[in-house]
């Protein structure tokens, strides 16, 4: 018997491994699973994945591999185990959504986010994101939307000509470089860069 083994079924104990509840438990244990690991190889059934903190240390054969103990083991017959997934085009994980997001990304699988529009000011939402200890995909920002006239989003900096476009694009770039963010709007007469 294992010291902190766990017969739960699969989404609920990697429901309590994001929150933390597995605090007593050194390692975890994925047994009797099939793994498909994306990288051309068919599916392998019957196989025990170990991770150890935030690290997978083995994937070997269920009748090969030696478990930890103190280990919260999961049974995963009939279940299958995939590399996490990555959404390259998403909206609304850097706004008011995040909160109700991060956590739906996660229990779909998604491990990693590409924001289409980033907040204003990025740099301060990186530096509260990185302290935030609620579970959160790894997210890349891009800039605030940048619109012509009559913008789609009322937060978009608004762009007249494709002069002005490119003096945003520049400003943007710049103040990234310097590890700054957009503090105020563009103003559509003028670049304004704001540092």
Known sequence: MHGCTSRLSLPLMLLFTLFGTRSRCQSLVIERVTVIDAIGRGAEPNMTVIVDGDRIVAVAPSRRTHIP???????????????????????????????????????????????????PDAHAWRATQASNEDPSPTIYLGSPIIDGPNPSWPESIVVTDEAQGRDVVRCIAQLNSLGRSLRHRFNVIGVTCVA
Do not use: C, E
């Open 69 to 119: 103990r103190k280990a919260a083991v999961i049974d995963g017959t009939g279940k299958f185990l995939i590399p996490g997934l990555w959404d390259m085009h998403v909206h609304g994980a850097s706004d008011a959504r995040a909160s109700w997001s991060h956590l739906l990304f996660l229990a779909n699988g998604v491990v990693g986010v590409r924001n289409m529009s980033g907040p």
